[in-house]
């Protein structure tokens, strides 16, 4: 006989069972991130960061789920010889990072059920942050309002960002910020995590990009915040494009010499252009003495980034610190010059004027906090500034640059674009009279289109 009041308790009694189950099942999984990163050669690797010890599976397409690798495992990084915070403590890393790669010819991925971002065929639309943390800094006196969405907005960058539906996003730098506690009595940023292990990495970064980490593959490029006595444990673990090895984990100063100077490499958009990536997360502000070090590995380096640009028509340099840029300042009315010294005086040994190898059209860059589109009358490529994801505001960029105002040398800019705001960025390839060129787009935070640019045989115009 049917009883409908029995019947009711028994669906809510199998409703609550099963909720129970699948939150035990999302419990035991543990897993807390799934995103799909840009290596070289064309490779990808897919990433799963779990609090339990062992990796989960990954189903590729349809075929028998494999097991994923561990490569880093949980574990607790003595504070470094060489810590340069006062308030520096050991970095807790209690989660996993397992990988995968991407074998070619599947076309989807699953982990537990959860759909990873899949390389696809072509790009078209590539998203575009940088500097992105809530700073904490207490050598700086600098503390953000990590609390509020609005004054930390990476969260919002994010989602808006992720609306656009890119193809690739490029995250060009400055991830990790937290590096010294609120101070007390601060509301703004009370109770945030701090230190250079998992819990700061996972409130400054990989919580609020969720959404933008599910929706497509990600190229990652290093900051100064992620070189070795900084994050750069933080970034080897989790979204260094090569293996983890000890070499290059910045667990050990003796090894910075590897850790701190990634070899570049270029990343392919079309039969026409290419990425090249470059890590100058060393770098310093100060012009090299040709006996540093430094200035010999990176001289190296940008041999080995000009012999790849030889390889594509056309080459968008990607590397954190700009070289052709006007400084942030807090009177925009000012102009001053903003590029790395000492960068420039490393790529200045092989192309005294223009910096960058000859195919170069497009130079991109984070580390000043604003967005900045310089195109030149003279032979310089355009120089892109996208430092404005959501880390602190440090000024304005200047209102204008008048032909007499010099970034570097004899480099007369021709076309300028500007916003001191926080916001995001996309290029967009574009076929026009049969020719490859990009468009530009400049976002507020919340994906309002405010600055279009076309990008063109190595100049831009900006609207
Ligand atoms: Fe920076």
Redesign the pocket.
């Known amino acids: 006989m049917f009883e409908p009041v029995r019947m009711l308790g028994l669906i809510r009694t199998v409703s609550v069972c099963l909720l129970a189950l699948s939150g035990l099942q999302a419990a035991a999984s543990g897993i807390h991130s799934v995103f799909t990163v840009q290596a070289p050669e064309g490779q990808w690797v897919v990433r799963a960061l779990t609090t339990t010890a062992h990796c989960p599976k990954i189903q590729w397409d349809r075929k028998k789920a494999e097991q994923m690798k561990v490569r880093a495992p949980q574990g607790e990084v003595p504070v470094r010889s060489d810590a340069v915070q006062s308030d520096s403590k050991p970095a807790v890393f209690d989660i996993t990072s397992c990988e995968a790669h991407w074998p070619k010819g599947a076309k989807s991925a699953k982990i537990e059920g959860r759909a990873v971002p899949a390389p696809g065929k072509t790009l078209q639309r590539i998203l575009i942050i940088a500097?992105t943390g809530c700073r904490l800094k207490a050598s700086e006196n600098a503390f953000q309002d990590c609390n509020d969405a609005d004054k930390w907005p990476f969260q919002k960058v994010a989602q808006s960002a992720a609306k656009l539906k890119p193809d690739l996003v490029v995250h060009i730098?400055?991830i990790h910020y937290r590096e010294s506690p609120c101070p007390e009595g601060r509301a703004g940023c009370a109770g945030a995590t701090w230190g250079y292990g998992w819990d700061a990495w996972r409130d400054d970064f990989f919580k609020p990009a969720q959404p933008l980490l599910a929706a497509a593959p990600w190229l990652f490029v290093r900051?100064?915040?992620e070189s070795c006595f900084r994050a750069g444990q933080g970034w080897f673990r989790f979204v260094d494009a090569l293996p983890w090895t000890q070499a290059r984990n910045c667990n050990d100063p003796a090894n910075d010499m590897q850790g701190d100077f990634s070899e570049p490499y270029a990343v392919s958009l079309s039969k026409f252009a290419q990425f090249i990536v470059f890590d100058s997360s060393k770098s310093s502000g100060k012009a090299y003495q040709p006996e540093d070090p430094a200035f010999l590995k990176y001289q190296a380096q940008v041999q080995l980034a000009a012999q790849l640009a030889t390889k594509k028509a056309e080459s968008f340099f990607i590397n954190?610190?700009p070289l052709l840029a006007a400084a942030s300042s807090p009177d925009a009315s000012k102009f001053r010059p903003g590029g790395s010294a000492g960068l420039q005086s490393v790529f200045s040994m092989s192309e005294p004027q223009r910096l960058f190898p000859a195919n170069v059209s497009v130079a991109m860059h984070?580390?000043v906090h604003l967005f900045e589109a310089i195109s030149f009358q003279t032979d310089h490529p355009v120089s892109l500034v996208m430092?404005n994801s959501g880390s602190m505001n440090e000024g304005f960029a200047p209102k204008d640059i008048k032909p007499t105002d010099r970034v570097y040398k004899d480099a007369v800019v021709d076309n300028y674009a500007s916003r001191s705001d926080y916001g995001f960025a996309t290029l967009d390839r574009v076929f026009e009279g049969g020719q490859e060129t990009w468009l530009l787009t400049e976002y507020t935070t919340e994906g309002q289109a405010v600055i279009h640019c076309k990008l063109k045989q190595g100049k831009s115009r900006c609207d």
């Open positions: 500097d730098g400055d900051g100064n915040h954190h610190h984070g580390h430092g």
